[in-house]
């Protein structure tokens, strides 16, 4: 991934990545990926925390 | 709100759904749970702990072009505040439209007063932003 492969800081643009999900509003799987995000013209707001069945 | 909110951890797909069928404080929570057991997209973003397996509480605003604008990481036993995420988002729309303008620490919302960085503000921030 060269030089955006870690610790990315602000400024920098975000490699693309997918992660698999599951998706409430749907109540199904499915998939995020930044490439369609950034095709469909969204904003994106990523939000990491530690675990499930945990406080967010 | 205009932006597509994911929220990630390193648990899987089925751990997403049996914590989201759940937990009640989840009923009304949308957002498509993202699953990163690999840790990959969590360094990425520089929120993974080796120790641990886990992702930090990193927040991470990307703009339509890709580019990350803003950056926020919290250890383990602090919560974030979507008042404080809100007011991020937002200004990065407003700045998205008037690319000469820059949002000062206390902009909230649009029509609040932002400032036009140039050579006549120098060291008189203070007179722009209230009008002096």
Redesign the interface.
């Known amino acids: 991934?060269g030089e955006?492969?870690?610790?990315?800081?602000?400024?920098?643009?975000?490699?693309?990545?997918k992660?698999?999900?599951?998706?409430?509003?749907k109540g199904d799987?499915?998939e995020?990926s930044?490439e369609t995000?950034?095709a469909n013209?969204?904003?994106?707001?990523?939000?990491?925390?530690?675990?499930?069945?945990t406080?967010? | 709100m205009g932006a597509e909110v994911i929220t990630v951890s390193t648990d899987t797909k089925f751990v997403h759904l049996a914590w989201q069928r759940e937990e009640k404080m989840l009923e009304n929570v949308k957002y498509p749970m993202g699953s990163d057991p690999t840790g990959k997209v969590s360094r990425m973003f520089g929120v993974y702990d080796e120790e641990t397996g886990l992702a930090l509480r990193g927040t991470f605003i990307i703009s339509p072009e890709g580019k990350l604008l803003n950056s926020e990481v919290n250890y383990y036993n602090m919560g974030r505040n979507v008042d404080e995420l809100m007011r991020k988002f937002k200004a990065n729309l407003h700045l998205a439209k008037h690319t000469d303008e820059g949002c000062p620490s206390k902009w909230k919302e649009e029509g609040d007063k932002t400032l036009k960085p140039s050579a006549k503000m120098v060291g008189k921030v203070y007179e722009a932003y209230e009008g002096k």
Do not use: R
């Open positions: 991934m955006n492969c870690c610790g990315l800081t602000v400024g920098q643009m975000v490699p693309d990545f992660l698999e999900t599951f998706d409430p509003s799987f499915g995020v930044l995000l950034k013209k969204k904003w994106t707001i990523l939000f990491f925390y530690p675990a499930d069945f406080f967010v």
